[in-house]
C-alpha cells in the first residue's frame, strides 16, 4: 500500500514540475496561435481565456509550444521601448508576440499546459 502510494505521489511529481519564478528564463517567447475568451461561468472562477503560443526553444525559453491559462492574478504589460506598460486580455491577438512566465505547476503534455503569471506582448 506505501510503495502505491509513494509510486502515485512520484508519478504526479514527473507530471506537474512547478514553474519556477525566474525573470531571466522565460517559460515560452513566440506568437499566439489563438486567444480564446473564457465563458462567463469561467470569468466567475476567475479564468479570462486560454491561449495557444507556438515558439522556438532556446537558451533563456524553456518551450516551444503551450496551452496557457490566464486568469485575473495574470499580470499582463506591453513593453514599448525599455518600459512595460498595463495591458489587458483584449490586447492578445492572434499573431501577437509575448513572452510569457508560467506560474505553479506545468503539466508535461504536449503542449505543455500552465497558468501565466506574467505575459508581455512584445510586438
Same mark, same amino acid.
Do not use: H
Given at each position: 500500500?506505501?510503495?502505491?502510494?509513494?509510486?502515485?505521489?512520484?508519478?504526479?511529481?514527473?507530471?506537474?514540475?512547478?514553474?519556477?519564478?525566474?525573470?531571466? !528564463?522565460?517559460?515560452?517567447?513566440?506568437?499566439?496561435? +489563438?486567444?480564446? *475568451?473564457? +465563458?462567463?461561468?469561467?470569468? !466567475?472562477?476567475?479564468?479570462?481565456?486560454?491561449?495557444?503560443?507556438?515558439g522556438? !526553444?532556446?537558451?533563456?525559453?524553456?518551450?516551444?509550444?503551450?496551452?496557457?491559462?490566464v486568469?485575473?492574478?495574470?499580470?499582463?504589460?506591453? *513593453?514599448i521601448?525599455?518600459?512595460?506598460?498595463?495591458? +489587458? @486580455?483584449?490586447?492578445?491577438?492572434?499573431?501577437?508576440?509575448?513572452?510569457?512566465?508560467? *506560474?505553479?505547476?506545468?503539466?508535461? +503534455? @504536449?503542449?505543455? *499546459?500552465?497558468?501565466?503569471?506574467?505575459?508581455?506582448?512584445?510586438?
Amino acid at each position: 500500500m506505501r510503495l502505491t502510494c509513494l509510486s502515485a505521489g512520484l508519478t504526479a511529481v514527473a507530471l506537474l514540475a512547478p514553474a519556477v519564478a525566474d525573470e531571466k !528564463k522565460v517559460s515560452i517567447r513566440g506568437s499566439l496561435a +489563438s486567444a480564446g *475568451q473564457a +465563458s462567463e461561468e469561467e470569468k !466567475k472562477g476567475g479564468l479570462l481565456g486560454n491561449l495557444l503560443v507556438e515558439g522556438t !526553444k532556446d537558451k533563456d525559453a524553456e518551450y516551444d509550444k503551450a496551452m496557457v491559462k490566464v486568469t485575473r492574478a495574470t499580470k499582463i504589460y506591453r *513593453q514599448i521601448g525599455g518600459e512595460l506598460r498595463e495591458a +489587458s @486580455f483584449d490586447d492578445l491577438k492572434g499573431g501577437t508576440k509575448v513572452e510569457i512566465w508560467f *506560474q505553479g505547476p506545468v503539466a508535461e +503534455s @504536449f503542449p505543455v *499546459q500552465a497558468t501565466a503569471g506574467k505575459i508581455v506582448i512584445t510586438r
